[in-house]
């Protein structure tokens, strides 16, 4: 009821059915993308395959491992009669695919084709032909192979940009090998972190084993992701799947198209979470960035100047909102390429110039060998409000812990303990103060307000870290 100037009314009825939205129709959309999405099967040699088990053994491991289930006895092999012979083909998997340019380039995903022998593609008029492999990249698990075909009915690819949470999804797929199958359901999250170099969207679409490679597709009858895993404790769909941002794949299989692999840059920094206590302690205000905890010897990062505690704040002019945006960013820049990064030191901002390198394979890191014994210098003990013994690093340490200065943890009890230190750090700043020596370091202390917290870098092995203290109980 409506009261003004005095006036009684009754305000117009609005009828339900104008509130409410209805459901949306896929039938349209099934008849656009449908005749786009194909169902891919894979065969491997026998030889080619470990001795430990039969083909089938082999492919229901890989699925228990893929979704993060524990694996089950599996009774052992088949007499000798029944199994297959040397050099013969065997079925291996069975997933999804979608054709991405009409002379017969399609989109899957790398772990559909891993190991694969021979790849068929099956299209819905139910033509089938061999595929060969262009490439494939397991750190985005995108895939791209073709098959000699022509006029075939490609997809549209749609801005991801635009998709926003809540929005209704589809997608089409093999799921258990049933060949066309529609599942639909809304996005529940984008940028949802999983992987490095993957922010993936998350969605409700019913996603199970045979969707992998698969589109995800908007109301607008674009293909925005590609389906790549879900999270399960059963094995089966529990209302989360993880996409492939179509604009990730992309720029992923363009490189694979024209050069069969994938290049990215890299500066040579191992990184981490900036804490929000950190971030207060340091005065850079709110969490964001990237912690340095080390930097490689001879790397791209060090002939910059970047050092073991910078926190990395932008990256050619783009914000680092949490640690796993760097290695996206750096790793979709052309090795080469001149960039800035910015970093925060000591209470400061600076831009630093670096030339981005090529990623490399993961190497295995060599051990040290020990060194010889040395007497332990005479410990301060002028930190002890803080619970801390430290000592003059010897030549061998500070080779060891690769630093030109600092100052090594004898003792770390109370406070100091409590905030993590223990023997054999080494700390290299204290109250944003860089500290080479014993003496440089008891000056710092000094002046410090011994009732506040305090800031520590510190190095343990090869990580750099922060460490606030908090004197008192």
Not at 178 to 201: C, H, M, W
Not at 204 to 222: C, H, K, Q, W, Y
Not at 422 to 435: C, H, K, S
């Amino acid at each position: 009821m409506l009261i003004a100037s005095g006036v009684v009314g009754f305000a117009p009825v609005t009828p339900a059915l104008a509130q409410t939205r209805t459901l949306p129709d896929f039938t349209d959309l099934v008849d656009q993308v449908g005749p786009s999405v194909v169902n891919i099967r894979t065969l491997e040699k026998v030889a080619a395959r470990s001795q430990q088990g039969t083909p089938g053994e082999e492919e229901m491991l890989e699925f228990f491992k893929r979704f993060g289930l524990p694996i089950p006895n599996i009774p052992r092999q088949a007499p000798r009669q029944n199994r297959p012979q040397p050099d013969e083909e065997q079925p291996r998997g069975v997933g999804s695919g979608f054709i991405l340019t009409s002379d017969g380039v399609i989109m899957t995903n790398a772990h559909v084709v891993e190991g694969a022998d021979e790849v068929l593609v099956t299209l819905t008029d139910k033509r089938e032909f061999k595929a060969r492999i262009i490439g494939s990249d397991k750190r985005t698990d995108v895939a791209v192979v073709k098959i000699d075909a022509s006029g075939l009915p490609a997809v549209k690819v749609g801005d991801v940009s635009r998709l926003r949470v809540g929005e209704w999804v589809m997608a089409i797929g093999s799921p258990f090998g049933l060949e066309n199958t529609v599942t639909a359901g809304i996005v529940s999250a984008k940028q949802r972190d999983t992987g490095d170099y993957l922010p993936f969207i998350q969605t409700d679409v019913a996603i199970n084993p045979g969707n992998s490679g698969g589109p995800l597709i908007n109301m607008r009858g674009e293909v925005v992701g590609i389906n790549s895993q879900i999270y399960s404790r059963s094995g089966g769909f529990m209302g989360i799947s993880f996409s492939i941002p179509m604009d990730e794949a992309v720029r992923v299989s363009d490189q694979l198209r024209n050069a069969g692999r994938v290049t990215r840059g890299r500066i040579g920094v191992q990184i981490d979470q900036v804490s929000k206590e950190v971030a207060e302690s340091i005065g850079l205000g709110k969490p964001v960035g990237a912690l340095v905890r080390a930097v490689e010897a001879g790397s791209p990062a060090e002939k910059a100047g970047v050092e073991a505690g910078d926190i990395i704040t932008k990256f050619d002019g783009k914000a680092i909102e949490k640690s796993s945006d760097l290695p996206r960013l750096v790793g979709s820049t052309k090795p080469g390429t001149k960039s800035v990064v910015t970093v925060f030191r000591r209470g400061n901002s600076k831009d630093l110039s670096v030339v981005i390198a090529e990623i490399e394979p993961d190497t295995a890191v060599a051990s040290k060998a020990p060194g010889r014994a040395e007497t332990k210098p005479k410990a301060s003990t002028a930190a002890q409000v803080y619970g801390l013994a430290v000592s003059e690093l010897t030549d061998a340490q500070k080779k060891e812990a690769s630093v030109k200065g600092g100052v090594r943890v004898e003792a770390a009890v109370e406070a100091a303990g409590r905030a993590g230190l223990r023997e054999g750090d080494v700390i290299t700043q204290l109250a944003n103060t860089e500290v080479a020596s014993v003496k440089e370091f008891d000056a710092v202390v000094a002046k410090l307000d011994k009732s506040k917290p305090v800031n520590v870098l510190f190095r343990r092995g090869e990580w750099t870290q922060y460490a606030v203290i908090r004197p008192g109980k």
